[in-house]
């Protein structure tokens, strides 16, 4: 087994990108992406939230504040490494 080291703020820079890309995929009800990348019962969990937003006729909009992230790096650091859990494997 053979290690190497990532640089932090790459593995930030990815998980941010992935963290927006969930959020615009919500706003857009992109169940594509939701498929690919979500648990089954998260998603469905979410659809629900969208269906009932719908119905009481509330809009879902994303903010995004450019320079939020450029200031935050300093705070972003990972230390060791970085372990994600209870995900799981099954995603339909």
């Not at 941010?16 to 979500?38: F, P």
């Amino acid at each position: 087994m053979s290690y190497y080291r990532i640089h932090p703020t790459t593995i930030t820079d990815f998980l941010l990108k992935v963290y927006k890309a969930s959020l615009y995929s919500i706003v857009d009800c992109n169940t594509k992406y939701m498929d690919e990348y979500w648990e089954l019962g998260f998603k469905e969990r979410v659809l629900q939230s969208l269906q009932m937003t719908k119905d009481k006729k509330y809009q879902v909009k994303i903010t995004e504040e450019k320079k939020f992230a450029e200031e935050m790096r300093e705070s972003c650091k990972i230390v060791d490494a970085v372990m994600v859990r209870g995900l799981s494997i099954v995603r339909s």
